[in-house]
């Protein structure tokens, strides 16, 4: 059974903005130097009709004992989050796909960018993860939604201040 994931952050800039910034390349190493992660672009394609970006990411973070064994602690985990923007469109479909266990590991998700009244605009995403690791797959399920969820909290203020910084 899968685990779902709900967040919801409001930006102070249109939605098409939001969607050009989280297709920067300069806003991935932004992240890279302000949170605690390795993260990298490894491919961004802008074609026609839509735009595709692949980013490598190693997190920095104490897993729980019960999750140590299955993802190596922090040594030799990442994992590729592959996100694909149709133009035109208000969403960005997106998917994880870890270094270990990826047979038994799906997260997949669609970021909505919703219009604001203001000239703002609300990003929203559901996604569900599922971890098919007999008995502790739902408790890692639920550590690992949680530490999504956090890691989109600290990357909405630094997606905000990154915008600040390159405003044209």
């Not at 939604?145 to 990154?162: A, C, F, P, Q």
Request: one cysteine or more; proline letters at 6%; charged letters at 25%.
């Amino acid at each position: 059974m899968a685990t779902p994931l709900h967040v919801s952050h409001d930006y102070p800039f249109s939605p098409e903005r939001f969607i050009a910034v989280y297709f920067d390349r300069g806003f991935t190493a932004w992240l890279d130097q302000h949170l605690d992660v390795s993260m990298s672009v490894d491919v961004l394609e802008d074609k026609p009709t839509t735009i595709l970006r692949t980013v490598r990411t190693v997190p920095n973070m104490d897993l729980p004992a019960f999750a140590r064994a299955i993802f190596g602690g922090k040594k030799g985990f990442s994992y590729l989050e592959t996100a694909t923007h149709t133009k035109g469109t208000r969403s960005i479909a997106w998917s994880i796909l870890p270094s270990v266990i990826p047979d038994k590991f799906s997260m997949t998700g669609v970021t909505r960018i919703e219009p604001l009244g203001d000239g703002g605009c609300r990003r929203i995403v559901d996604a569900s993860l599922e971890i098919k690791v007999f008995a502790i797959g739902p408790r890692l399920e639920e550590t690992v939604v949680k530490s999504v969820s956090d890691s989109y909290t600290k990357g909405h203020s630094l997606m905000v201040d990154y915008e600040k910084a390159t405003r044209r």
